[in-house]
């Protein structure tokens, strides 16, 4: 027995060489003319760097990809070729052809996963339309109105919080601001439905997520990604008896609390007129949708907001004057729509933030079919592409490196002149359906936060370099002095 181990390593050794060669072999033959690493380790590629130091890996491939005309540049991750998209022509291409024949979005690259296969993200055609259709009703004025009242009561109490833990000590604003989003998103999306209990176990569930996003696809026990896969599974159940409790509160006819009552009410209505009905357990997933596409790309954008308005001492006063001419702290009224929609110059503090910080930087895609990206190169079936969001934002735009609110405002106009560049809400078929509930609450983050609270960065060497924890933060996590600006915090 010893004898046929010994003779047959030679064997074993010689497949082995066989098996890491083909794979190179079949790397370049994806690759082609592609800048990207040549040579890259079997199986695992360069996943080890993207996973230790994400911003590095991200940062060499837009290079890679900005070496040459054409704006694509290739790697290999996890046994898959990927194709990296710096071009904002080549990215809308892969945006507009969401579908069976073309690509397919994954907002992941292993999210199919980790979210399940019936997420919104994986639709296609007719059954993707019906579906945006009935979530609209979530999001007209009076809804907004709705989640607007309930958004600022939210922020102006942890705001308070967040001023009594600093007390002339610097404090990084990037967990508060998550649990800030995560108590604001729950209330938004399914308010009384979910007691302080579930709220506790639903932070909880949500960090294994979060983790397990940023971890290699080892789908075992005891690994981040397993933990975060289960973690979704009890997500979607929490969130699917909320739909069924209001559902039974709407049959009742009281009024809509909260996004998951003006959904059930539209449920009950089309139920009524052609017999289609979500069940409670499709509708949490699509809540736990956008829970996943609000969560951290708001602590993202919020964060980012805090850190140029502390560099921007000018645009900080602007927004104070404008917020001080509709709204302030002795009213004891909250900021209506009305409000918001007068606030030019906010809003426009807010695109730039989101702008110049696109918080998914990245929106993964599966190449579904071998697809002719340009006249020289064909992306092969199978690749994950990854048009880059953050790159597109940097083109086109006067000045783009640049914090220039103005650029969105009406005598510029660039928001329009540049939309095809601005693509941090997606394009095509799938742009994000929630972007004016997004828009609003970083509004409303900027206008609240500027008027109730002197706040000062405590700058470090690097401090405002990119950190990727999945969406993109100040390296420091955005560490600041707070002081009230107010005798007292309105009570709304």
């Keep these: 027995m010893e004898f046929l181990v010994t003779h047959n390593i030679p064997f074993f050794i010689s497949c082995i060489a066989l098996v890491l060669v083909v794979e190179q072999i079949f790397y370049l033959r994806k690759k082609r003319f592609l800048p990207g690493p040549t040579l890259v380790l079997p199986f695992l590629g360069n996943a080890i760097s993207l996973v230790t130091n994400p911003t590095k890996f991200w940062d060499l491939q837009s290079s890679y990809a900005k070496s040459t005309s054409l704006g694509i540049s290739a790697n290999y991750i996890v046994g898959r070729f990927i194709v990296y998209i710096y071009s904002s022509d080549l ?14 979005l994954v907002g992941h690259p292993f999210g199919k996963k980790l979210f399940g296969e019936h997420n919104l993200i994986y639709m296609f055609g007719q059954q993707h339309k019906d579906l945006r259709r009935r979530i609209a009703p ?16 939210i922020i102006i109490k942890h705001l308070e919080s967040w ?21 604001t998103s729950q209330t938004v999306f399914v308010g009384p439905y979910l007691n302080q209990e579930a709220r506790q176990r639903f932070k909880i569930d949500y960090n294994f997520f979060n983790v397990g996003l940023m971890k290699l696809p080892f789908d075992f026990p005891g690994f981040a990604f397993r933990n975060a896969r289960l973690a979704v599974q009890r997500l979607v159940e929490t969130l699917a008896g909320c739909a069924e ?6 049959k009742f006819g009281e009024e809509p609390k909260c996004l998951i009552d003006f959904w059930m009410l539209e449920n009950i209505r089309e139920s009524a007129e052609s017999s289609f009905q979500y069940s409670c357990r499709e509708i949490g997933g699509h809540l736990f949708d956008f829970l996943f596409a609000s969560q951290d790309a708001s602590t993202s954008s919020l964060l980012w907001a805090v850190a140029y308005l502390d560099s921007h001492p000018h645009v900080l006063q602007r927004v104070r ?12 009224r909250p900021i209506t729509g009305e409000n918001l929609r007068e606030m030019k110059f906010t809003e426009a503090v807010a695109r730039e ?22 006249e020289e190169y064909v992306i092969p079936k199978g690749s994950i592409v990854f048009p880059s969001v953050l790159d597109s934002s940097f083109q086109g735009f006067t000045e783009p490196e640049l914090f220039d609110p103005d650029r969105f405002m009406e005598q510029r106009e660039e928001g329009r002149v540049y939309k095809k560049n601005f693509l941090a809400f997606g394009a095509g078929p799938h742009q994000c359906v929630g972007q004016r509930y997004a828009i609003n609450h970083l509004m409303l983050f900027i206008a609240l936060f500027s008027t109730l609270i002197d706040f000062k960065r ?3 060497d690097g401090c405002d370099d990119i950190s990727y924890v999945p969406t993109i933060v100040p390296k420091d996590d955005c560490r600041v002095f707070l002081a009230p600006r107010c005798t007292r915090f309105p009570s709304l």
Excluded at 245 to 250: A, E, T, Y
Excluded at 321 to 332: F, I
Excluded at 360 to 372: L, S
């Design 458 to 460: 405590d700058r470090t």
């Design 91 to 104: 990215s809308h291409k892969i945006f507009s052809n969401v579908r069976p024949d073309a690509f397919h």
């Design 245 to 250: 409790d209001s559902g039974k509160q709407m």
């Design 138 to 153: 979530n999001f007209t004025p009076k809804a907004l109105q709705t989640y607007t009242d309930i958004q600022q009561r």
């Design 163 to 183: 001023c009594t833990k600093s007390r002339n000590n610097s404090i990084p604003l990037r967990i508060l601001c998550r649990d800030m989003n995560l108590e």
């Design 353 to 374: 933030v989101v702008r110049i910080r696109a918080p998914a930087t990245m929106v993964p895609h599966i190449a579904e079919v071998d697809y002719p990206l340009t």
């Design 321 to 332: 004057d404008e917020v001080a001419k509709y709204w302030v702290p002795e009213s004891n």
